[in-house]
C-alpha cells in the first residue's frame, strides 16, 4: 500500500474533475452526455489516492454506464459514515490502515449489506475467499484495466439483483406475497429489539380460515388459492405499514406489530374479522369465507415468537368456539 501518497482530506481529487472533498470523501460529480445509459454511484475505499485517482480514470472508460457520482473513502472507519447511501457498487481495497486481509472484506460486507462489493487485492490467491465471505467479485491490482473493471463491476451489480430478487422470493409466501414463517421469525428479533428500546407492547393476531378444507374438497384447488390470496390482500389491506403480516401455513395468518395504543387490540380483532367475511362465487358455485381470529398482547416481558403464537393460537381457538 502507498501510505506515503496520503494527503489531507479535505484536498484528495481525482485528476481531471476538480471537485475537493466537501467531507469526509471525495465527491466526484462526473459529466456524461449519454444520459440513456444506466446511472451509478461507486464507492471507493482505498488508503492509496494513487490508486484511487487510476480507478477513478478507468471508471470514466467504461462504456455503457454513466457515473453519476464516485466517492472516495481511506478507511472503513470513514466508510461507515456512508452505509445509508446508494451504492450501486463498493469498490474495497484489502489492504486498509483500521483492516486487513479478508477480514475487510467480512466486515464490508456486513456494513455495506444492500450493495455489492468487489474486492481489491494485490494477491489473487484470496479472491476465492473474499467470494466466501460474501463479496461479488474480486479484482486484481496487477491487471486493472477498463475492460476488467467493466466486466466485475457488472458481474457484481448483477449477481446482487439476483441474489437480492432470491432472497425476496424466499422470505415470501409464493400465493399471498405475504411474508413466510422464516422471515416472520427472523423479522420478529428486530420488532421486539425495537419494543424493547421504546419500552413499547408487541400485539399478536392469529388467524385460522373456517372450515376450509370442506372447501377445499367441495370446490376445488384453484378455488381455495383464490380465497387464500383474497384475505392476503385484505389482511394486509387492514394492517399498518409497520405490522409484520405473514401466512404462518396452510388456511392460517399472522400478524405482528407493536402497540401504541393499549387496548385498542379487541377491535383490531372485530376488525379484521369483519374484513376476512366475504362471498366468493366460481363456476362451482358460491361460497361464504368466514375466518376465526384472536389476539394477544404482551408488555414487559421476555417475548418470543413462540410463546406469542401459542397465546393467540388458543386465542383464536377460542374465538372459533363461538357462533360469530
Not at 445509508?84 to 489492504?95: A, G, Y
Request: net charge negative; proline share 3%.
Amino acid at each position: 500500500m502507498c501510505h506515503d501518497s496520503q494527503v489531507e482530506p479535505d484536498s484528495r481529487q481525482i485528476p481531471g474533475q476538480g471537485h475537493p472533498r466537501a467531507d469526509a470523501a471525495s465527491l466526484i460529480p462526473v459529466q456524461n452526455a449519454a444520459v440513456q445509459r444506466a446511472i451509478i454511484n461507486v464507492l471507493i475505499v482505498e488508503d492509496s489516492s494513487l490508486h484511487a485517482q487510476l480507478i477513478g480514470s478507468l471508471l470514466q472508460e467504461i462504456s455503457g454506464i454513466r457515473l453519476s457520482q464516485v466517492t472516495r473513502v481511506a478507511n472503513l472507519d470513514q466508510a461507515q459514515h456512508h452505509v445509508d447511501e446508494p451504492w450501486s457498487v463498493v469498490l474495497c481495497d484489502l489492504e486498509l490502515p483500521d483492516s486487513s486481509g479478508v477480514d475487510t472484506i467480512r466486515r464490508a460486507v456486513i456494513m455495506f449489506a444492500d450493495s455489492p462489493v468487489v474486492a481489491m487485492t494485490s494477491h489473487a490467491d484470496v479472491g476465492v475467499d473474499c467470494i466466501a465471505l460474501g463479496a461479488q467479485d474480486f479484482l486484481s491490482k496487477s491487471e486493472l484495466s477498463p475492460s476488467m473493471l467493466s466486466r466485475s463491476v457488472r458481474y457484481a451489480m448483477e449477481r446482487h439483483s439476483l441474489r437480492a430478487r432470491l432472497l425476496e422470493i424466499s422470505r415470501h409466501d409464493s400465493l399471498t406475497g405475504l411474508l413466510n414463517r422464516r422471515a416472520l421469525i427472523e423479522e420478529s428479533t428486530t420488532l421486539f429489539g425495537v419494543a424493547r428500546r421504546q419500552s413499547l407492547g408487541v400485539a399478536m393476531l392469529f388467524i385460522d380460515v373456517d372450515s376450509f378444507k370442506a372447501t377445499n374438497d367441495e370446490m376445488g384447488h384453484r378455488f381455495g388459492d383464490l380465497v387464500l390470496s383474497i384475505i392476503g390482500n385484505r389482511l394486509r389491506a387492514a394492517s399498518r405499514e409497520s405490522d409484520l403480516v405473514a401466512r404462518w401455513g396452510g388456511d392460517e395468518f399472522v400478524v405482528l406489530g407493536l402497540v401504541t395504543d393499549p387496548g385498542s387490540l379487541p377491535n383490531y380483532v372485530n376488525r379484521v374479522r369483519d374484513e376476512l367475511s366475504f362471498r366468493v362465487s366460481s363456476e362451482h358455485g358460491d361460497r361464504e369465507i368466514t375466518v376465526s381470529a384472536g389476539g394477544v398482547e404482551a408488555f414487559g416481558e421476555d417475548l418470543t415468537i413462540d410463546d406469542l403464537i401459542h397465546r393467540s393460537d388458543q386465542a383464536m381457538y377460542a374465538d372459533k368456539s363461538i357462533a360469530h
